[in-house]
């Protein structure tokens, strides 16, 4: 039994990864369970990493420190390829009210932080502890983990034991505000699903309607001109004449009255551009695609973005109508259907909807790619490249005040990968991926990171709570519920908020999974997660960015 005993308390590589393996394993299965719904999930690695190590199972002090700030690197880099897409766009519109709330949210969790130090005396890298864990955020604690260790030169543990002991009541502490919200509130489910159905949602895209050409006014303007004189985004695929043949639409035809067009626009705007076009008719998708001149035989398929050389490319500079005779109508990117125009840029990963002949479709194709077996080849040249930038920009001494403030090992790739996401096409980066390979870089990450806390903070844990430590479970609490209840209530009275998009500003705004399935639950539709995708991207990175400057302070 010697071997064994010296696999598991001695040292070496064997050693190391058997440990980290035992750790994960076991805080995955943990992780299953559920207490009324909610579970600490993945987090419960942290939990197993403390325990193992607190009976003396540790890893070697460098090791052990790359194999956390790499996993931190994993998990961030990957949050940015995700997020980033959305992150600009949610700055736009009426998602400027839930990014404010959530700033909010962000803003007075840190003066609560701050308060409480000046308060009890606490030091201020264990509070930041104790309000990551508080708003269940594990970036935010690897930034100011490593922020404490580049202005200090040394490590705090007392940071992750402040995660490790504030992290259960944080979740509690969510849906503890969404309830108590909605006592105080009186929300009546039944008068906030009246409520929703007259909510314009922004993703209620591609709405497919005929109209009868009937404006005598525009009688002879072509389609190009037609879309200057109308403040709306809208596309005309398909034309049906007087004689019933149908033609592609393109952008110099002329219209003439008593012409039938095929529309696509959003639900928002088909009265608007019906009104000016003519009158809605009735039409079925067969009669669509089958034409009096029976050499034209038109159909819509869906292809895929999938060629390199595509990547990036304007729709304008494509000139798909005039090659090959298929018009574009519909792009779908992460989901949501988007509303094509020419100077839009296609990104790897898109499936354009064409409609056109069988011939000319298969052509298109053949330029775009269309290969599901190209699109499930990772690309790693992006992601390692990304993650050397990010690593570069993170080191990246910005200002002395008086320790130079630098992004670090979570905020450089978080922010490098966002960029890369928006951008990347540009410099003939791709940043696909495809979904289930960014949550297995993702998870894979975060397991790493939380197994090497857990495992690093063991010791002395035990000893850290009994003498004080758990009072941090009370401030904790405190840094939860009170930015949410403060926010909460003033959005649902004064902002007059749906209930149910409430709801997704609060998981965003502490980026608690749990919670959002907690949220998703009880709504019975799907408004808490499009509010949680809205605010998720800010607050991720300005969780990140709060717990650095705290730190620094």
Not at 406 to 413: M, V
Not at 495 to 520: C, E, R, V
Request: hydrophobic share 50%.
């Amino acid at each position: 039994m010697d071997w064994f005993c010296s696999l598991l308390w001695g040292e070496g590589i064997a050693h190391t990864v058997l440990v980290l393996a035992i750790v994960i394993a076991a805080g995955i299965v943990l992780g299953k369970i559920k207490i009324r719904g909610v579970s600490l999930g993945v987090t419960w690695i942290l939990f197993v990493g403390i325990a193992v190590s607190h009976f003396g199972m540790t890893i070697d002090h460098n090791t052990l420190h790359f194999i956390k700030e790499f996993g931190l690197i994993l998990f961030v880099f990957s949050i940015g390829l995700q997020v980033g897409p959305s992150f600009f766009s949610s700055f736009k519109d009426g998602g400027m009210r839930l990014v404010g709330c959530a700033v909010a949210v962000v803003v007075l969790g840190a003066a609560t932080t701050f308060a409480i130090h000046l308060l009890t005396g606490t030091p201020l890298p264990t509070m930041i502890g104790v309000m990551s864990g508080a708003v269940t955020n594990t970036p935010g604690l690897g930034a100011a983990q490593q922020a404490y260790a580049d202005a200090t030169g040394i490590n705090d543990p007392n940071i992750a034991l402040g995660y490790a002991v504030a992290y259960p009541l944080g979740v509690v502490g969510i849906i503890f505000s969404m309830i108590t919200i909605r006592l105080i509130t009186r929300v009546n489910f039944a008068d906030e699903n009246k409520a929703l159905e007259a909510i314009s949602q922004e993703q209620n895209y591609a709405e497919r309607i005929s109209v009868e050409f009937s404006n005598g006014a525009l009688e002879g303007k072509t389609i190009s001109q037609i879309r200057e004189l109308i403040n709306r985004s809208f596309v005309i695929s398909r034309i049906m004449h007087k004689d019933g043949t149908i033609t592609i639409a393109e952008g110099e035809n002329g219209l003439k009255v008593g012409d039938r067009l095929r529309v696509i626009c959003s639900s928002e705007d088909g009265e608007a551009i019906t009104a000016f076009l003519g009158q809605r008719v009735d039409m079925k998708k067969e009669e669509w695609e089958t034409s009096a001149d029976s050499q034209t035989q038109l159909v819509s398929r869906r292809i895929v973005i999938t060629k390199d050389a595509i990547n990036g490319k304007k729709l304008s500079d494509l000139r798909l109508r005039t090659k090959y005779g298929i018009n574009i109508t519909r792009i779908n990117r992460a989901g949501i259907d988007l509303i094509p125009y020419q100077g839009m840029e296609l990104q790897m990963g898109d499936r354009v909807m064409v409609v056109g002949s069988e011939q000319a479709i298969e052509r298109a194709a053949d330029v775009l790619g269309n290969s599901m077996k190209k699109l499930r080849e990772p690309h790693l040249f992006t992601i390692f490249f990304g993650i050397a930038l990010g690593i570069l920009l993170g080191t990246l001494p910005l200002i002395n005040i008086p320790q130079p403030v630098k992004l670090g090992l979570a905020g450089g790739p978080l922010i490098v990968a966002i960029l890369i996401s928006r951008f990347g096409p540009h410099f003939r980066l791709t940043p696909y991926t495809t979904a289930s390979a960014n949550l297995m870089l993702r998870e894979v990450g975060l397991a790493m990171f939380l197994a090497g806390v857990g495992i690093g903070a063991g010791d002395g844990f035990v000893e850290a709570i009994v003498n004080g430590g758990y009072r941090w479970i009370g401030y904790g609490f405190i840094i939860t519920v009170v930015p949410l209840l403060i926010v909460g209530l003033f959005a649902k009275w004064y902002m007059k908020m749906s209930y149910y998009t409430l709801m997704g500003l609060i998981a965003g705004s502490t980026t608690d999974p749990p919670a959002l399935g907690y949220a998703n639950t009880s709504a019975g539709n799907d408004m808490p997660a499009v509010a949680y995708a809205t605010v998720y991207p800010v607050v991720m990175f300005l969780r990140v960015l709060t717990a650095q400057v705290l730190i620094l302070l």
